[in-house]
């Protein structure tokens, strides 16, 4: 799915073709063709239609994961391109694909078509005073988001890192690759505790989750699956360190990347360079006992309810390999013996200033 880098070269485009000359007057829009009502938020085309006519485009931006496109009068219209959403703007003499949804003509013979493969996408019409956006964190790219402000927001948030990321209400844009991708840039397992984070390890993560973004941004997101903007492809995919590159070895470590499935999410990862802090482990073999058992290699039931885990076997996963978990054990006990010696030995000694005599 489209995450920040990729709506916001969307955006990026779609601006260059319908305000060309910054400042200068946008199209009007004339009409539209609803080919898929839900494609319209509200689901009403009649509406939306008479709602979009005779509006002058102003502005193109982007909040979150929505393309924005800001009409006179205070209006604008939101593009969620979902899964597999796509924008062109062509002549409106280009033969119609069957996969559009949704069409805007332009006064200059040009239409704004929206491809949707998989129809998940979404386009609304709001007037000045609707705030669509009322649920949304802060946008990560934006200088005001300072190092302070992150810490700010992970303060008091007990979750794991991962889903913590790709929440939309925590911060905008993070989905899945770059939600990955930083954490493996920052050598931070997806299921340890944000509670856990030392002030080193916040400051990682946002350097990396920054460093990311600005970086797809820059090379025009990634294109994987469906993704694409109107002026072609991205180039970040050649780029990524983990996401979808499950068994090859990993570039700092060479072991191999692993991947388990968090919810819906696939999440990819080295178990070698993310491990997870003591703290976290209990809790994560919890949730590892739940995964779906398969035997085999095969697919598993399914028949259990609750978290899917799969692609994930042995300790490796917990950010041990089966040797590192025993030398771990060894260094638990020898440390536990080292305390209760010392233990043993201050009660001695305790008892000899008090003038008893220990057994
Ligand atoms: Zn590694």
Redesign the pocket.
């Known amino acids: 799915m489209p995450e920040l880098p990729e709506v916001e070269t969307v955006a990026r485009d779609l601006r260059r073709h319908l305000l060309p000359d910054a400042g200068g007057p946008g199209p009007v829009i004339t009409g539209a063709r609803v080919s898929w009502a839900k494609t319209v938020r509200g689901e009403d085309p009649a509406a939306f239609t008479e709602g979009v006519a005779g509006r002058r485009v102003e502005a193109v931006g982007r909040r979150g994961k929505n393309i924005v496109v800001d009409l006179d009068g205070g209006a604008f219209l939101t593009i969620h391109l979902k899964m597999t959403g796509q924008v062109f703007v062509v002549p409106a003499t280009t033969p119609v694909d069957p996969y559009e949804r949704l069409a805007l003509s332009l006064d200059d013979g040009r239409e704004v078509r929206f491809r949707d493969v998989r129809k998940f996408g979404r386009i609304g019409l709001y007037a000045a005073d609707d705030n669509p956006f009322d649920d949304l964190g802060p946008e990560p790219l934006d200088p005001r988001f300072t190092l302070r402000a992150w810490r700010d927001r992970l303060r008091g948030r007990r979750g794991r890192l991962k889903p913590l990321l790709v929440d939309q209400s925590f911060v905008v844009g993070v989905g899945n690759i770059y939600a990955d991708e930083a954490l493996?840039r920052s050598q931070l397992h997806p299921l340890r505790s944000a509670d856990t984070l030392r002030p080193k390890d916040e400051r990682e993560l946002y350097r990396h989750v920054l460093e990311i973004l600005a970086e797809a941004v820059e090379r025009r997101g990634s294109s994987i699956d469906d993704y694409t903007a109107p002026d072609g492809d991205g180039e970040m995919q050649e780029r990524l360190d983990v996401y979808q590159r499950t068994g090859e070895?990993?570039?700092?470590?060479?072991?191999p990347?692993r991947r388990i499935v968090i919810g819906i999410r696939a999440t990819h990862f080295?178990?070698?360079?993310?491990r997870l802090p003591a703290a976290d482990r209990a809790a994560s073999a919890r949730l590892l006992a739940t995964m779906t058992p398969r035997p085999g290699g095969g697919a598993g039931a399914g028949a259990r309810k609750g978290r899917r885990w799969v692609d994930l076997d042995g300790a490796g996963s917990l950010g041990r390999s089966p040797d590192e978990d025993g030398r771990a054990r060894e260094r638990e006990e020898r440390a536990s013996r080292t305390a209760r010696t010392k233990a043993a030995a201050a009660a001695r000694r305790a008892a000899a200033r008090a003038g008893t005599v220990m057994p």
């Open positions: 493996w070895p990993c570039v700092r470590c060479g072991h990347i080295c178990s070698w360079c993310q």
